[in-house]
């Protein structure tokens, strides 16, 4: 059965717009074709558009759950890197991701996670070795080599990391990369080994470096890290060697755009029309070779119609000629995702917790918001209070091991702790609190749930209930989102300036991004790649 859709139709690949009709038949487009009683429509149709790198469980959200969102904005097709799930359950968390993503139209295109763990200074609950990525890599549903984090073992030639981007050369699938600061001579020996993208560009001089190694860049704007007003002249510049990105967005800013927002916000900084859409749909779908259709005859019939070229609200999206939503609605269902997860810790006491810091200095990680990047404060120990540092703190999740102790600067308790299992990327659990006892009720709250986002006074706790791998919820995403906005609330109550202290938080642990870190085995000095000790002698 065929039909047809009028509208404004917007030619990226011939750069024109005119009054037309797209006639759909079965999966695909069967015409499109100048229509006369188009003319004075407002609508306009567009290619779909596709997040070129994301981490769904960063959504806090199920696979499903995740498309009847991203749809609303226009969203068809997603290049996914399951290595949060993947840290924690190994293959089984790469498996899992794709028979859930299966549930769902929305088009998830799932990578090879390269670097699980991220470092030989964690603990993760699963490893993925040369020999696992290349299997994985050898798989139809497996179309690219998810961010290589290890780029100190690109440039020194690791074994172990060069085979995991040889098998992704042999099989002709694209390799993405993470290498945060990257510049010169250093970035190009990394691009060179055949990595292709890079999501962590934070200045522009940095992106160019990287652009003339031969990388394309993804613009990231997620809920941690937002780069799109940094890098925002590189659409006049290099449109062509860029695509959109979200990483990590929590549900909270999920449900109010997806890559529609870079489109909008493109716009209004005057980029050519036809080259921000193609950074939002066409050019992600040529570098991954995606089986999402680009507007042409013959191709799936994925593509997005809005109400105009300004406010860009979206009154339909198309996957495969079927409206996955339409009028309003989401025309995909909900479904109960399987639970799986890996979780040994068991309850803590406050002397799991205690340091002694008397006539110590001690190394402070200081997070700034809005960013990965964290710095390095020394702080005599008795003027922590008054300097804002708290007690921070990681615990293996995956057997009863001792608790890693340091300190952090920035995320503005007054009273009470935060506790989380969304911890990159091995997903120990991590805390920050006012006191040893705070501490010690939120960490305990996450153990008693097997993963989830805790916040405490110290009297009254809530929480936000992860049993997905500790990473991700089974409910519906408009609850949470509620939920989360919540504990957000709670957390400004408690005196934190953040504006998403959780997400802050959750980036502590990633031990490949400087400046200093924590991980369940201790302090680490992310800049010279080893432990270091979180008290200093006076």
């Known amino acids: 059965m065929e039909k047809e859709i009028k509208g404004n139709i917007v030619d990226v690949h011939n750069r024109r717009i005119y009054p037309g009709k797209v006639v759909i038949s079965g999966e695909y487009i069967k015409e499109i074709t100048y229509d006369e009683s188009s003319k004075g429509l407002t ?4 290619p779909g558009f596709v997040d070129s790198h994301i981490h769904i469980e960063s959504t806090l959200l199920s696979p499903v759950e995740f498309s009847r969102i991203a749809v609303k904005f226009g969203t068809v097709a997603t290049v996914s890197d399951p290595h949060e799930i993947a840290n924690v359950l190994g293959v089984q968390g790469v498996e899992y991701m794709i028979k859930e993503g299966a549930k769902s139209p929305l088009k ?54 060069m085979a995991k981007i040889e098998a992704a050369k042999k099989l002709n699938k694209p390799i993405d990369g993470h290498a945060p600061g990257l510049r010169g001579e250093d970035a190009k020996n990394y691009a060179n080994t055949g990595i292709s993208t890079d999501h962590e560009c934070t200045t522009l001089d940095e992106a160019l470096d990287k652009i003339e190694a031969g990388m394309k860049i993804q613009i990231r704007e997620g809920s941690a890290a937002k780069n799109f007003e940094a890098l925002s002249p590189l659409l006049n510049s290099h449109a062509g060697r860029l695509m959109f990105c979200t990483d990590d967005t929590h549900p909270h800013e999920l449900i109010n755009g997806h890559i529609d927002k870079f489109i909008r916000a493109s716009f209004k900084l005057g980029a050519d029309i036809f080259e921000v859409i193609k950074i939002a749909s066409i050019y992600p779908i040529e570098h991954y070779n995606l089986d999402v259709g680009q507007l042409r005859v013959g191709d799936f019939a994925d593509f997005v119609v809005v109400d105009n070229m300004s406010e860009f609200n979206t009154l339909a999206t198309y996957i495969n000629g079927v409206a996955v939503y339409e009028n309003g609605k989401v025309n995909i269902p909900t479904t109960t995702p399987d639970i799986i997860n890996n979780f040994q810790a068991e309850e803590k006491k406050i002397n799991d917790f205690s340091l002694d810091t008397k006539g110590k200095s001690v190394q402070a990680i200081v997070v700034e918001d809005g ?73 305990n709250k996450v153990i008693e749930l097997k993963g989830g986002l805790v916040i405490t006074d110290g009297t009254e706790t809530s929480a936000l209930p992860l049993p997905i791998a500790g990473l991700m919820s089974d409910k519906s995403g408009e609850e949470v989102a509620d939920i989360y906005i919540n504990l957000l609330k709670n957390a400004k109550n408690l005196g934190s300036t953040l504006h998403d202290p959780f997400l802050t938080l959750s980036f502590v642990s990633l031990l490949v991004i400087p400046e200093l870190k924590l991980s369940d085995k201790g302090l680490f000095d992310a800049i010279n790649f080893k432990f270091t000790n979180p008290l200093i002698d006076k």
């Not at 609508?43 to 567009?46: G, H, P, S």
């Not at 952090?408 to 659990?429: E, F, P």
């Open 108 to 161: 998830f295109n799932f990578g090879a996670p390269s670097c699980v763990p991220a470092t030989k200074f964690e603990t993760a609950g699963a490893e993925l070795d040369a020999s696992d990525v290349k299997s994985l890599l050898e798989r139809e549903e497996i179309k690219y080599l998810t961010e290589v984090m290890n780029w100190p073992g690109v440039l020194q030639k690791d074994k172990e990391v």
């Open 371 to 443: 960013q990965l990047i964290t710095k390095k404060e020394i702080f005599e120990s008795t003027t922590l209070r008054d300097n804002d540092i708290l007690k921070l703190v990681v615990i293996n999740r995956y057997s009863n091991e001792s608790a890693a102790i340091g300190f952090i600067k920035g995320i503005g308790l007054k009273q009470g702790a935060i506790a989380s299992t969304v911890a990159h990327d091995s997903h120990n659990i991590i805390a920050a609190g006012y006191t040893d006892e705070a501490i010690t009720k939120a960490v």
């Open 43 to 46: 609508n306009y149709i567009l």
